[in-house]
């Protein structure tokens, strides 16, 4: 019988984080303060976040060693499980071998726990009573609030109005953490009031929210921000994954042709990814591939300089893939991936070429979903659809050159809250978004006059 599940014990849960930068081909470039243009220091960020995780943020150490109370927290739920699609590989009739890490048994059913606990338990150690973010679905703001329950900090959600009415299972999730959870725009900040007042009833985007909790963040002494993709520290926490999947395919005796994840701000997808990265800057030949939506598709489309984190232009400026700040993707069910900007980590390694990155539009994806789901078991969160669309892409590419591969992907959370989408697609109900030409042109025009990238 072949071996369907790779279990590591509590033990194996990584004792470092790994670092990409030490491995990348050249310097990651640094944020530019959007005034003088000129590279911020780590200071500037003081107000925002605490010093440990700023130190993290601009490392270029290769390991960073875990403290032990975040790894047993991380034990609640980790190592997880590495499985062996045996079903799917079934069912497509490949030859081909293909492995998931699935990240959807942790508390909040996602990968996102993963930095939010370790970012909670800095805080902690920092004296942080009290952080302030935003959620666009609800899958960050629910993993924050779950870490902020195990710490006895009290965490402030910004969440998008149209989410906060439409979501209401996600808004009960963050509460029964203790999270307190309005709707943005609200009457609780300047931003909030500024934008009601000029319209009483806007459904709010995440850049509005992120304005929102950064100036809650920036104006009390008792709070900073957190955010749950993007930014290097974030990503460099998700490595437990990678590393994990590494030694569980040891055990199977498998090392990958390929390696899968989808990508909103880059974090699930770093997290499978970059401990591979380590192997491709040692001279190993294996591709690395970022699966987009194709009405969101920053890495295969966008314009790659210099532009804000958010729509509001509250933040230092980023070197990555952008739409332009004020890009507003088509409101399709990967919330999470509808982001107008990149990890700028992400997009370096796109930009030289150690990255793939390809695009899918939603109906092929949920198809791909379903056809998994029916496989494996499992129903994948709609983002982690489109890994799963990608890897159906590598087996028919396989089948091509008649020659198998070994693939493997990051199922990075599951699709429990998310099954009113799974209704419309089977209904036959949702709408495909190719982005316009027009749009792409438009979002280049917000970003003229910024930085350019040599
Ligand atoms: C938030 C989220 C994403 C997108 O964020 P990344 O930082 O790109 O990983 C993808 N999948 C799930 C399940 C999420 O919760």
Redesign the pocket.
């Known amino acids: 019988m072949t071996q369907r599940r790779y279990l590591l014990s509590e033990s194996e849960i990584p004792s470092h984080w790994y670092n990409v930068v030490a491995d990348l081909p050249s310097p990651p470039l640094p944020p530019l303060h959007p005034g003088t243009h000129e590279p911020i220091g780590p200071e500037m960020l003081e107000p925002l976040f605490p010093m440990a995780l700023i130190m993290q943020e601009v490392s270029a150490d290769r390991f960073i060693a875990i403290p032990d109370p975040i790894r047993e927290v991380l034990a609640m739920w980790r190592p997880t499980p590495l499985h062996r699609a045996l079903g799917l590989e079934a069912a497509l009739g490949t030859d081909c071998k293909i492995f998931y890490k699935y990240e959807g048994g942790s508390p909040a059913g996602?990968?996102?726990p993963n930095t939010a606990v370790a970012q909670a338990w800095y805080n902690a150690q920092e004296g942080v009573k009290r952080i302030a973010t935003e959620t666009g679905a609800g899958?960050?703001g629910s993993a924050l609030s779950f870490a902020g329950s195990l710490y006895g900090i009290d965490v402030k959600v910004y969440m998008v109005r149209v989410s906060y009415d439409g979501k209401p299972a996600r808004r009960s999730m963050m509460e029964a953490w203790g999270g307190s959870v309005v709707a943005s725009p609200s009457i609780d900040t300047n931003a909030g009031r500024a934008i009601l007042e000029k319209d009483p009833h806007s459904t709010g985007s995440l850049g509005i929210a992120i304005s929102e909790a950064v100036e809650d963040a920036a104006t009390r002494d008792d709070t900073k921000y957190a955010l749950?993709?993007?930014l290097n520290h974030v990503l460099l926490h998700q490595t437990v994954i990678g590393q994990e999947a590494k030694k569980q395919l040891d055990m199977a005796g498998a090392y990958p042709d390929v390696v899968v994840g989808?990508?909103?701000?880059?974090?699930?997808?770093a997290g499978i990814a970059f401990p591979f990265i380590a192997d491709v800057a040692a001279g190993k030949k294996l591709r690395i591939v970022a699966a987009e939506p194709a009405s969101c598709p920053t890495l295969t489309r966008g314009h790659y300089g210099y532009d804000f984190g958010d729509t509001a232009g509250m933040t230092p400026l980023l070197p990555m893939h952008t739409l332009g700040h004020t890009f507003m993707p088509a409101p399709i069910h990967a919330g999470?991936?509808r982001y107008h900007g990149m990890s700028p980590l992400v997009s370096q390694l796109v930009h030289a070429g150690i990255v793939e990155p390809v695009a899918y539009l939603q109906n092929e994806c949920f198809a791909a979903g379903v056809q998994f789901a029916r496989a494996e078991g499992i129903i994948p969160?709609p983002?982690?659809t489109h890994a799963i669309r990608a890897v159906l892409a590598e087996v028919e590419a396989a089948r091509e050159a008649g020659e198998p591969r070994t693939i493997l992907f990051n199922l990075?959370?599951h699709g429990h809250l998310e099954l009113g989408a799974y209704a419309q697609y089977l209904a036959g109900d949702l709408v495909d978004h190719e982005l316009e030409q027009s749009a792409l042109d438009a979002a280049a025009d917000v970003i003229k006059g910024m930085p350019a990238i040599a």
């Open positions: 996602s990968h996102k899958q960050w749950g993709s993007v989808c990508v909103g701000g880059g974090s699930n997808f999470g991936l969160a983002e982690a990075c959370g």
